[in-house]
């Protein structure tokens, strides 16, 4: 089951590649990972997204409340919560699939950052599942370039993850 964990910890050296780590020395792989300063400046909000079962989900908690540099884990995915990825994806735009570009990106909500005479710059955010269906929605063969911030997310209502 897709995951996504909300994990508040210390800003300083070292405190990512330690939570990192631990990942990797017990084989979780890491789909995506996001990770920003909060509003406060000591400390940052690492967003990451992994595919555990319950008792997968229950040890990673475990072991990453160990480390000294977090001050709290969230296991989002058990409540409600808010969502959403932003992705920049360059599209090769040749005369007759320009319209078909604009229209699809338009149904989807997407902005048109850049033109140049060959290709659109487009900008979306929104679910993974919203982004994924934008990408097969586009005519064949024309994705040159995509990047992909990963999963942020937040719990819906006024709780909130803070010390």
Same mark, same amino acid.
């Given at each position: ?18 939570? $990192? ?8 792989? $890491? ?22 079962? /319950? ?24 409540? /409600? ?7 920049? $994806? ?27 005479? /060959? ?11 919203? $982004? ?8 064949? /063969? ?22």
């Amino acid at each position: 089951m897709r995951r996504i964990v909300s994990v508040l910890l210390e800003n300083e050296s070292g405190a990512l590649s330690r939570l $990192i780590g631990l990942f990797a020395q017990r084989g979780y792989n $890491i789909e995506t990972l996001t990770v920003a300063p909060t509003e406060d400046h000591t400390l940052s909000r690492l967003t990451l997204t992994t595919v555990a079962g /319950d008792d997968e989900i229950e040890q990673i908690t475990k072991q990453v409340n160990k480390l000294v540099e977090v001050v709290k884990l969230v296991d989002l995915s058990e409540g /409600d919560h808010v969502e959403r990825e932003l992705m920049l $994806i360059k599209v090769k735009a040749k005369n007759d699939q320009r319209e078909e570009i604009k229209r699809v990106a338009d149904i989807f909500r997407g902005q048109i950052v850049d033109v140049v005479h /060959d290709a659109y710059t487009i900008q979306l955010t929104g679910t993974s599942e919203k $982004i994924d269906a934008f990408v097969k929605a586009l005519p064949q /063969d024309s994705v040159a370039e995509v990047v992909r911030s990963g999963v942020l997310g937040l719990s819906r209502g006024e709780k909130a993850l803070s010390i």
